[in-house]
């Protein structure tokens, strides 16, 4: 049973962009640390959705405030990633059933990728909702996003037939694009689909006051040495309609 109202988080303007828009009419923002936080009512569920920008310090101020001023009772931080196993696909969604800091290494005084004092490196996210949104991503990816992402955009960054994975995110204060840190942090950390600025980051806040979150990412590039090439497109043509789409169809399904 939840009370307060659900958190919704990006790092990127674009991709909350259509659900702020959405839920404007009735909405009240209230400014607080140099962020807006935009109050109202989506899809039938109570909702405060904000811009954290990019970064861990970022996403965990944003989150922490999320939690004491708003009393959100969930989260779920919606954004794009790069892809790092092998087999996923620019276009493919990811939906985090653990989250780890990449770039978090206090050795020899702890392991290696383990939050200091706090005796653990990976924080798990709630099954319902990591549930909840996997289903909603095919749902849509099947059914409706060949309506909605232009046939050239697709062609032109390579989306095909985009799958939705669930497994491991990494996150880190690094844009990753360059093969040899794709191959650096594959030996390091072989169970990680994808990799990304902020979800861990929101993670460890949210089990550091028992929140349960949700973290969804789209695939915007491998993480290679092409890895920004594509990016300002594939945010304004892609990232912002597979977020809305897909959490529309996620927040419709609860209420
Ligand atoms: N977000 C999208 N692509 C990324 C990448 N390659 N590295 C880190 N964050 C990302």
Request: hydrophobic share 50%; with cysteine.
């Amino acid at each position: 049973m939840t009370s307060g109202p659900l958190g919704i988080v990006a790092a990127l303007h674009e991709e909350i962009a259509d659900l702020l828009a959405e839920m404007a009419p009735g909405a009240r923002v209230e400014h607080l640390g140099m962020r807006d936080y935009h109050v109202g009512r989506l899809h039938g569920q109570d909702c405060v959705i904000v811009l954290a920008r990019i970064g861990k310090v970022a996403a965990a101020a944003t989150t922490t405030a999320l939690i004491h001023r708003f009393g959100v009772s969930e989260i779920v931080f919606t954004g794009l990633a790069g892809g790092l196993a092998h087999g996923i696909a620019v276009g493919d969604v990811v939906v985090a059933d653990t989250l780890v800091q990449h770039d978090l290494d206090a050795s020899p005084l702890f392991p290696r990728f383990e939050v200091p004092l706090l005796g653990r490196a990976t924080f798990d996210t709630e099954p319902s909702l990591r549930d909840a949104l996997a289903h909603a991503a095919r749902e849509w990816l099947a059914q409706e996003m060949p309506n909605r992402v232009a046939a050239d955009a697709r062609s032109e960054l390579g989306i095909s037939a985009p799958r939705v994975h669930v497994g491991q995110i990494a996150s880190g204060d690094q844009f990753i694009s360059s093969a040899g840190e794709v191959a650096r942090l594959r030996e390091a950390l072989p169970q990680t689909l994808a990799v990304e600025m902020e979800g861990a980051a929101v993670a460890q806040v949210c089990h550091e006051y028992g929140v349960p979150f949700a973290v969804m990412r789209t695939l915007s590039d491998v993480a290679d040495d092409a890895a920004h090439v594509d990016f300002p497109r594939f945010l304004r043509d892609v990232a912002s309609v597979y977020s809305h789409g897909i959490l529309a169809r996620f927040l419709s399904a609860r209420s």
